[in-house]
């Protein structure tokens, strides 16, 4: 007994430290960076862009665009935590702001889109995303923001040119659930945690309840779906990517396994992924 006890306050205290080390990194970086440096920036390097917010399936979310709306879209939905930022660099490619426009945004829950107050819903984020595009755009999708684009395919495919599913989540069953996922939820601890943070791991654990909603659902895949993941990833587990390609099947998927490469692909990756969305744009 009074190990188990001491087992256990050793754990209290270690989940006391890593959320005070989360609350510092997320008051510091906050996964977000403010509308006028990220125009500054682009404008420095002569990029055109705008960004704002804009009203999706019921929600005010803060939307960066590329300025060209006359080529086909592609929409990027970033993980968690995350925002805009991830897919900031994918805006300064030259190759593909030539054939595209690019589209970001922060999730509802991220970034500057009702920060800390995460929709767990995936058909209701699937929504959001639809309405920030036209038919005929590409979706590239990472980590939960893949899980996303996986439900895009599912409740819109005739509106998708093709989805780009990078380290995402496909099953429950393969949602790797830390030992302190759960009681962060805590009152008691939660209150600790940046809104990035709160979002994220509330995210996380509904994917319990969200993933099994999927099962009815595979079946209404019509959309290219390319899957591309790490065997090193540590974060979501490599067997996401054969379980989709399985469920979608071959006359749709297309499974691309990265030997030893980890969770962060959509930055390591950044010429295969964009090799990759130049091939659904097509001619």
């Known amino acids: 007994m009074v190990l188990a006890m001491a087992i256990h306050s050793r754990s209290l205290v270690l989940l006391a430290v890593l959320l005070a080390s989360m609350s510092l990194l997320s008051s510091c970086a906050g ?12 404008e420095d390097a002569g990029i055109p862009v705008t960004i704002g917010f804009e009203q999706a399936a019921g929600y005010r979310v803060r939307v960066l665009r590329s300025a060209d709306e006359s080529v ?3 929409l990027f939905i970033h ?3 995350g925002s805009i930022d991830d897919s900031r660099t994918y805006f300064e490619i030259e190759e593909l702001t030539n054939r595209a426009s690019l589209v970001a945004y922060d999730r509802p829950g991220y970034g500057y889109s009702d920060f800390g107050d995460v929709e767990t819903s995936l058909e209701a984020q699937a929504a959001v ?21 996986l439900r895009m395919a599912m409740d819109y495919p005739e509106d998708l040119a093709g989805v780009i599913i990078l380290a995402g989540v496909s099953a429950a069953e393969y949602e790797k659930i830390w030992w302190f996922n759960r009681p962060m939820e805590w009152p008691v601890f939660n209150w600790m945690l940046g809104g990035a943070w709160r979002s994220s791991n509330t995210e996380k ?8 909603l999927f099962d009815p659902l595979w079946d209404e895949i019509r959309t290219p779906v390319i899957i591309i993941h790490g065997t090193r990833d540590r974060l979501v587990p490599y067997e996401n990517a054969p379980y989709a390609a399985r469920r979608i099947g071959s006359d749709f998927a297309e499974l691309i396994t990265l030997e030893d490469e980890d969770h962060f692909i ?8 964009v090799e990759r969305i130049l091939d ?3 001619e």
């Not at 654990?205 to 099994?212: D, N, Q, R």
């Not at 959509?266 to 992924?273: A, I, K, P, S």
């Open 266 to 273: 959509l930055w390591t990756q950044r010429d295969l992924v």
């Open 79 to 81: 993980g968690a935590p």
């Open 280 to 282: 659904l744009l097509g």
């Open 129 to 149: 995303a639809r309405d920030l595009i036209e038919p005929g755009a590409v979706i590239v999708g990472h980590s939960f923001g893949a899980t996303i684009a």
């Open 31 to 42: 996964f977000r960076t403010p509308d006028q440096k990220i125009l500054r920036e682009f």
């Open 205 to 212: 654990l509904s994917h319990l309840e969200e993933l099994p």
């Open 72 to 74: 086909p879209q592609v």
